[in-house]
């Protein structure tokens, strides 16, 4: 794991879950046992604030738009956590009338925790890749915003 310039914030989003995968998230954000605290992490209720989306349980028509909101409300860079097999493929509810799908058929996802219901053993090791996958991002983010403020400076100097 990439040294962190800043905490890591987490929006947690149960979809439509069983309740399962949501106590083991609920189990890795509290001490005294798993507790990612211990990465800098820190559990946030809004999505303006967030870096890492955590999501449990499958889409359905009545939280498409929701998951998408939150989605579009989080700034760049972010990622997308999937816990839990509901949320990969829609799980054991995936023939069911109302279920879309997993979260990627709403929105880019970039970890995915398999299991029913997920350990919390995995859910930090998704965690965990999460933070190396921000760190990708932000230092794409950082090369770009670089290059093209050379890029204008450069446009300056020869005009």
Not at 21 to 43: K, S
Not at 66 to 92: D, F, S, W
Not at 123 to 143: C, H, N, P, W, Y
Request: glycine share 8%; net charge negative.
């Amino acid at each position: 794991m990439a040294f962190l310039k800043r905490s890591p914030w987490i929006l947690h989003y149960d979809a439509s879950s069983c309740n399962g995968c949501d106590i083991e998230v609920l189990a890795c954000l509290t001490p005294p046992l798993y507790d990612v605290e211990r990465f800098g992490i820190i559990n946030t209720g809004n999505p303006k604030h967030a870096d890492i989306l955590m999501i449990t349980g499958g889409i359905n028509e009545l939280n498409r738009a929701v998951v998408r909101n939150l989605y579009e409300q989080m700034p760049e860079p972010k990622v997308v956590v999937a816990i839990g097999i509901c949320a990969a493929t829609g799980g054991i509810f995936r023939e069911c009338y109302n279920i879309t799908g997993g979260v990627d058929k709403v929105i880019p996802v970039d970890v995915y925790v398999p299991g029913c219901a997920a350990r919390p053993e995995m859910i930090i090791d998704g965690v965990v890749a999460a933070l190396s996958i921000l760190e990708e991002k932000r230092a794409k983010m950082t090369g770009a915003a670089q290059a093209k403020e050379d890029a204008r400076h450069a446009a300056g100097e020869s005009t």
